[in-house]
């Protein structure tokens, strides 16, 4: 009798703690808005040395960690501090390696501690978080300075070689790419190049095309400013919040697996609500990753170029594009990962790889390999039937808006475990679907090959000649892009290669 109010107590404990925990997440998120116009405005490039630039950026970024999650933000100083380590001794053949394992061993560590040690499925005190940024981070680091500094460069894909880092990075630099108060709690992850160039405000020069069309017209141009990127993006974070507070709550992912709605419940009506419930419990993560692009905006971060009219694009740096989300008609876009790297079966291992970086719950595992199977039978298909029906504008169109249906459906039952986090409940979800989409998965990959056939092959080179015209309307970024006064040509170069590395 007596462990019952301790355990409602400990249970409400739990969920103050969490609750505190979201209200310091946004002062945090909020007063690095401020930090971020405050930083641009007055320690700009042109005012201020890179290194009070970059010891102003981490200390920041250091208190806002210390203020959110107490001295667990010792473990982003530990995990990047002895990552920095490695990659001095081990040198810069193996460092790579040692950094991924140290840095993911790190992390599953601490989420191991937190999820079953601590509160399982509270996210209390989810110091986590930044440490997946900041995972991310250290690994790509490691792989950019050995892809720079040990490869050949004709053995470099080209987002490798423009990506690749040719000298190492001082503590100072490391730590504050790692821990700036820009993207220390939401990110988004950026390169460090992209990085380092920012922090010392290289000069930005605008290139003009002659009628001859040389461009040999040079002349300094100040910075772009970002207030409207800024505003818009804080409206969407309103939005967001708003949306969270008023329908989320009234559309809880949990009904799914509710007896009384799976049996009174029509088959329509539960796809219906499956859409919209995992619809709604998208903007509350919406909102913490867009107001982390405000802020990295409104430092000045995140500067790509513009377009042929003259406007501004503010998405160098992005935790994610809401569109391409809501409206995607491929899995393959909602699992945008880079697993170029991949020794064999990329897809399956970003997939492993993803559901250990997102933490132990049973829940992310089931998603990950369960998108495993989604995604090979998506493929599938659309290597093998999508040519038939790009002829008609008509029959594309129907075609188009069939597979945004099927696309959002089965987003939907394949994060259904992700937001439940354990076995029973999501095995409870999915036995109630009768696993009618893993069934349906296993079935189409074997009756597809996963390769295109010769007329596909024919039909999807059509196709990415279309694909190709709308990333060169995008390439006209990259002729009024700013490049760098000492750098202008490599810069220059870096953005074309990666627009090639998005083709492939």
């Known amino acids: 009798m007596s462990e019952t109010p301790t355990l409602g107590i400990d249970i409400l404990e739990s969920v103050a703690c969490s609750v505190g925990l979201k209200v310091n997440f946004v002062v945090c998120q909020l007063f690095a808005l401020l930090a971020a116009i405050w930083f641009r405005t007055y320690l700009h490039s042109s005012k201020t040395s890179p290194f009070i630039r970059h010891v102003v950026a981490t200390l920041l970024g250091?208190?806002?960690?210390?203020?959110?999650?107490?001295?667990?933000?010792?473990?982003?100083?530990?995990q990047s501090g002895i990552s920095y380590y490695i990659m001095i001794i081990i040198g810069i053949e193996n460092m790579h390696k040692y950094c991924f394992v140290?840095?993911?061993?790190?992390?599953?560590?601490?989420?191991?501690?937190?999820?079953?040690?601590?509160?399982?499925?509270?996210?209390?005190?989810?110091?986590?978080?930044?440490?997946?940024?900041?995972?991310?981070?250290?690994?790509?680091?490691?792989?950019?300075?050995?892809d720079g500094m040990f490869r050949k460069n004709e053995d470099l894909t080209p987002s490798q070689r423009c990506l690749a880092v040719r000298r190492m990075p001082s503590l100072l630099e490391y730590l504050s790419y790692n821990c700036n108060f820009m993207g220390i709690l939401a990110g988004p992850l950026c390169s460090y190049?992209?990085?380092?160039?920012?922090?010392?405000?290289?000069?930005?020069?605008?290139?003009?095309?002659?009628?001859?069309?040389?461009?040999?017209?040079?002349?300094?141009?100040?910075?772009?400013?970002?207030?409207?990127?800024?505003?818009?993006?804080?409206?969407?974070?309103?939005?967001?919040?708003?949306?969270?507070?008023?329908?989320?709550?009234?559309?809880?992912?949990?009904?799914n697996i509710d007896d009384n709605f799976r049996a009174t419940a029509s088959w329509p009506v539960r796809v219906f609500y499956l859409y919209m419930s995992l619809m709604a419990a998208r903007p509350k993560y919406y909102f913490a990753w867009t107001l982390a692009d405000a802020i990295n905006n409104a430092a000045g971060f995140g500067f790509r170029g513009y377009d042929k009219n003259g406007v501004t694009h503010w998405d160098l740096v992005s935790n994610l594009r809401i569109q391409q989300i809501e409206v995607c008609k491929m899995l393959v876009i909602f699992y945008l990962v880079c697993y170029e790297r991949a020794t064999f079966s990329p897809t399956i291992q970003t997939f492993i790889l993803s559901a250990i970086w997102h933490g132990v719950y049973p829940g992310y595992y089931l998603t990950f390999l369960t998108g495993i199977l989604m995604t090979l039978a998506a493929r599938a298909i659309r290597n093998n039937i999508r040519h038939y029906f790009v002829e008609s504008p008509t029959v594309k169109l129907c075609y188009d808006i069939v597979t945004w249906m099927a696309t959002?459906?089965?987003?939907?039952?394949?994060?259904?475990?992700?937001?439940?986090?354990?076995?029973?409940?999501?095995f409870t979800f999915y036995s109630s679907c009768y696993f009618c989409l893993h069934i349906a998965s296993v079935l189409v990959l074997l009756v597809f090959?996963?390769?295109?056939?010769?007329?596909?092959?024919?039909?999807?080179?059509?196709?990415q000649s279309m694909w190709s015209k709308k990333l060169e309307e995008e390439n006209v970024l990259q002729k009024n892009s700013y490049s760098t006064t000492n750098n202008s040509f490599s810069q220059k170069q870096e953005i074309t290669c990666r627009y090639q590395a998005l083709k492939q």
């Open 62 to 78: 250091l208190y806002l960690a210390l203020f959110c999650f107490g001295w667990y933000a010792l473990h982003f100083v530990i």
């Open 102 to 146: 140290f840095a993911l061993g790190y992390l599953t560590v601490c989420q191991i501690t937190r999820v079953y040690i601590f509160d399982y499925g509270q996210y209390s005190a989810d110091f986590s978080g930044p440490m997946m940024i900041i995972t991310q981070k250290i690994t790509s680091l490691a792989f950019e300075i050995h």
């Open 193 to 255: 190049k992209d990085y380092i160039t920012f922090i010392e405000g290289r000069s930005y020069q605008l290139q003009q095309s002659e009628a001859n069309g040389k461009e040999d017209t040079k002349y300094e141009q100040t910075d772009p400013s970002p207030n409207i990127a800024v505003a818009q993006k804080l409206l969407i974070c309103g939005l967001s919040l708003l949306f969270h507070m008023t329908i989320t709550k009234t559309l809880p992912v949990e009904y």
């Open 408 to 426: 959002q459906v089965a987003i939907s039952y394949t994060v259904v475990p992700f937001v439940l986090l354990s076995v029973k409940p999501s």
């Open 449 to 463: 090959p996963l390769k295109r056939t010769q007329k596909g092959s024919k039909k999807h080179e059509s196709i």
